[in-house]
C-alpha cells in the first residue's frame, strides 16, 4: 500500500479499538494487546511507537526481533484481544484461546483475521526514566509494575483489508 493512501484515526484505533504487537519467527513467536502507542513521523520515516513492559513474554521476542507487526481487529474480535492481554504465552497456549489464525509474512508474523496491519522495523528503543515521569502518573502506573521500554519501528509495510 502506498503510505499517501494510508487513512486511520490512531488516537482512536490504538486507544479505543486496541492492537495486537506480535514478534518472534515463524517457530517462536507472541502476542499482547497493546493501547498505548501512536504512529508519527521520525528521521524523516514513518513510524509506529509502543510501549511494553519487560515482565511481559512477548517484550523478551521484540527485544530479539528485527520486526514486529502492529495489527487492528474487528469488534467481533475484542474476546480474542482480551485474551491476548490477560494471558501469557508463557504459563499457556494463548494462541489456541483467541481464535486466531497466525499468517506468517517475510519478515514478521501478523493473523488472518487482521483488518489492518502494519509492518515495522524496530530502528529505536529505550526505557521511560521514571524521574521523568509526572508523580500522578508514575504512582498510578509504576506504584507495582515496571517502567515501559518504548519501542520506535520504521513501517515498512501496510497490509489494509479493510
Known amino acids: 500500500m502506498n503510505l499517501k493512501d494510508f487513512n486511520l484515526a490512531p488516537l482512536y484505533a490504538i486507544d ?33 511507537t509502543l510501549y511494553i513492559r519487560p515482565n511481559r513474554y512477548t517484550y523478551e521476542f521484540t527485544e530479539n526481533s528485527e520486526y514486529f507487526t502492529l495489527s487492528f481487529y474487528d469488534e467481533k474480535y475484542r ?12 504459563n499457556s497456549d494463548k494462541l489456541s484461546l483467541m481464535n486466531l489464525t497466525p499468517l506468517f509474512l517475510n519478515k514478521s508474523i501478523t493473523f488472518e483475521e487482521a483488518k489492518l496491519t502494519i509492518v515495522c522495523k524496530k530502528i529505536y528503543f529505550q ?8 508523580e500522578y502518573e508514575s504512582t498510578r502506573f509504576y506504584n ?19
Open 16 to 48: 479505543q479499538e486496541w492492537a495486537l504487537v506480535t514478534a518472534g519467527i515463524k517457530e517462536k513467536f507472541n502476542t499482547m494487546t497493546v493501547s498505548w502507542g501512536g504512529l508519527g513521523t521520525l528521521w524523516n520515516k514513518p513510524i509506529v
Open 79 to 90: 474476546k480474542s484481544l482480551e485474551i491476548a492481554g490477560t494471558k501469557s504465552g508463557k
Open 127 to 134: 526505557d521511560l526514566d521514571i524521574k521523568n515521569v509526572p
Open 144 to 162: 507495582k509494575e515496571p517502567i515501559h521500554r518504548m519501542y520506535i519501528g520504521e513501517v515498512i509495510d501496510i497490509i489494509d483489508k479493510r
